[in-house]
């Protein structure tokens, strides 16, 4: 089957790293993509991985191991905005379509 | 202006009622979607089309219907509203290309009484 496991909510200080994992399962896979929603919002496009290993991408860094089904967003001196959904979304190579995790809700306290 | 428009942005109808929600993009992206979003639910595909003759069914297509009338163009329809129908609509675009991530319109908040 396909499944997605993120933290339903998390918090954090401004000024701090915060790591949020996903695992997954997906019938094949070909990349993972994360996002950010503010509430109400749209989702903007955060980071891709498809190979093993870490992208770097100013505050965001994304990491990804495929024989592990596990990825995980980190991001670092967190400022007010970043208090938002963070969704996790595999693609799966058999049918080409992203499945969207529930998302981690990120909360930024002062 | 936004690559990827919803109309409407906001829609409150009753029970039973025939609603169309519209997406036209400027990308030139061959890929479309319309997703819905509950919360505690996270986003679920309806519908998807990869080029204007070809539509797909989502995970969860009962009670929707689409029409890709365009490449730019890509409507969502349901046919007779109920309540459980209330939520966010996504429409999305993509490239072709998989490593290219997939573009959101601003949504549309449907409330249906």
């Known amino acids: 089957g396909q499944n997605i496991d993120q933290p339903t909510e998390m918090t954090a200080t401004e000024g701090a790293i915060v790591q949020i994992n996903c695992t997954y399962q997906t019938s094949g896979f070909n990349g993972l993509f994360w996002y950010q929603q503010h509430a109400g919002e749209a989702p903007t496009f955060l980071s891709y991985?498809?190979?093993?290993g870490l992208e770097e991408k100013g505050r965001f860094s994304s990491f990804l191991s495929r024989s592990k089904g596990y990825s995980y967003l980190l991001l670092k001196e967190l400022q007010m905005k970043d208090s938002a959904s963070y969704l996790c979304?595999?693609?799966?190579?058999?049918?080409?379509?992203?499945?969207f995790g529930q998302g981690t809700t990120l909360q930024v306290k002062p | 202006d936004a690559d990827v428009t919803q109309t409407p942005r906001n829609r409150i109808t009753k029970t039973g009622k025939r609603i169309m929600l519209e997406c036209s993009q400027t990308k030139g992206h061959d890929r479309m979607y319309w997703y819905r979003q509950d919360p505690g639910l996270g986003l679920r595909l309806i519908y998807y089309s990869f080029d204007v003759k070809d539509i797909n069914k989502g995970e969860i297509s009962d009670g929707y219907s689409v029409s890709r009338q365009a490449q730019a163009k890509f409507s969502l329809s349901l046919e007779s509203a109920i309540p459980n129908q209330t939520a966010l609509y996504f429409c999305?675009?993509?490239?072709?290309?998989?490593?290219?991530?997939?573009?959101f319109g601003d949504g549309t908040r449907l409330s249906i009484l």
């Open positions: 979304a595999p693609r799966s190579s058999n049918t080409g379509k992203l499945i």
């Open positions: 999305a675009t993509s490239d072709t290309h998989t490593s290219q991530p997939q573009h």
């Open positions: 991985n498809v190979l093993d």
